[in-house]
């Protein structure tokens, strides 16, 4: 008795795989119906583990998407967008389970996937309205539903089904909707899912070194220091233009103390291309931080000397002198009496003159950015007696 009703209950459940299909044939699909009967097959322990359950779960989403744009394109009925791209994502799922299934060898050790051609050619003509979705997804500020659709095209370029058409390679847009789905994981706080599609977004001409700091910071989030610092390396060298990799690194190694390690990195990259002007103002800032002012000043102008717009160095090179000023300064002494005292005033003042041309061309560069210059000026001017150009600076300050 117990035997006879397991074969009628999985009977019932083919019937239900069976009824599916055929309804979703009809000139009038009942689509309801026919997504009622397939998701309990896809449930029931007869049946959910049957190739052809899930291949039938995708023909009836595929059979949706044909009427909804019938709907749209002959009938000029309205249509369903968000629905529509929903029944896309969902026959991915279904094509692919039904895929993996199919690709388990029987009982003599053979592979018999007749579903796998038909499928395939499928999802290969839809795959372009996975990005469709997810814009539109994310345009609606549903970023959850977004990363969806963005992640599918993604993973669907490794799918076994379409490795023919080697997508990794041949898919031009493959690295931006990877960033797509790397902005929209980090829209929804999801660390993993940003560790997971940044590496595949690195190679975005725009979007790229922004998958790589996103990527970073989602590390650094979970607490991954290894493979957050192991980032910021990787970001130097693939985004030299790039400050945010260079900065976050140098204050970890230097906040750690750990200014060996961080000087070490920065001969690493040096060895690799001894005149790329960021390489030696890391090396400059690193000297700079520990106080080696000499040789900070001798990196800054080999960055000068790579490019002789490059207005950052010239800021610091000026802040280097001040500095040196300031140090000169509190170990001189300051009893006007002292036969030492001009002198000291003396050197200290060459150390303001050496900076002035440094700040003064980092504001010819770029007059916007007072942060490089402004603060620098008001000292030298201030400390060389420089009247008319101490009072300009004074009323920028104000």
């Not at 997810?134 to 992640?151: R, T, V, Y």
């Not at 660390?191 to 970073?216: E, N, R, T, V």
């Not at 001894?274 to 103002?281: F, I, Q, S, V």
């Not at 200290?348 to 061309?361: G, H, L, Q, R, S």
Request: with cysteine.
């Amino acid at each position: 008795m117990v035997l006879l009703m397991a074969v009628s209950l999985s009977f019932a459940q083919m019937k239900n795989v069976k009824e599916a299909k055929s309804i979703a044939s009809d000139v009038k699909p009942n689509f309801n119906q026919a997504e009622k009967l397939i998701n309990e097959a896809i449930k029931n322990p007869e049946t959910k583990d049957l190739p052809d359950t899930w291949d039938v779960a995708g023909f009836i989403q595929k059979r949706f998407i044909e009427e909804e744009r019938d709907k749209k394109g002959v009938l000029k009925q309205p249509f369903d967008t968000l629905k529509a791209y929903n029944s896309i994502l969902k026959m991915f799922e279904y094509y692919t389970k039904c895929d993996d299934l199919a690709q388990v060898p029987n009982e003599k050790g053979k592979i018999k996937n007749k579903y796998r051609k038909a499928n395939a050619s499928t999802i290969l003509v839809e795959r372009p309205n996975l990005i469709n979705g997810g814009i539109q997804f994310f345009n609606l500020d549903k970023n959850k539903e977004a990363l969806q659709f963005f992640a599918t095209y993604v993973e669907s370029a490794s799918y076994p089904m379409l490795a023919e058409q080697n997508l990794a390679k041949t898919d031009t847009l493959l690295a931006q909707i990877a960033y797509y789905a790397t902005l929209a994981a980090d829209r929804v706080g999801d660390k993993d899912a940003i560790i997971k599609y940044a590496p595949a977004a690195l190679d975005d001409k725009d979007g790229g070194k922004f998958a790589m700091q996103l990527m970073a910071d989602a590390y650094k989030a979970k607490g991954d220091t290894a493979a957050w610092v192991k980032s910021l390396e990787e970001g130097i060298l693939k985004f030299p233009g790039n400050d945010y990799f260079f900065a976050n690194l140098v204050d970890y190694y230097t906040s750690s103390n750990q200014a060996s390690k961080a000087m070490e990195f920065a001969d690493r990259m040096l060895s690799t291309d001894a005149n790329n002007k960021l390489y030696l103002y890391v090396k400059a800032y690193l000297y700079h931080n520990m106080k080696e002012y000499d040789k900070a000043i001798e990196f800054y102008k080999k960055a000068i000397a790579a490019d002789p717009e490059y207005a950052e160095a010239y800021s610091n090179v000026g802040l280097v002198y001040l500095m040196k000023a300031q140090d000169y300064a509190d170990k001189a002494t300051t009893d006007i009496n002292d036969p030492k005292y001009a002198e000291a005033q003396a050197t200290v003042k060459k150390f303001y003159e050496e900076a002035k041309p440094f700040y003064e061309k980092a504001r010819a560069l770029k007059p916007d950015q007072k942060d490089l210059w402004l603060q620098g000026l008001y000292r030298v001017y201030y400390n060389l007696n420089m009247g008319p150009e101490f009072e300009e600076i004074d009323k920028m300050m104000k």
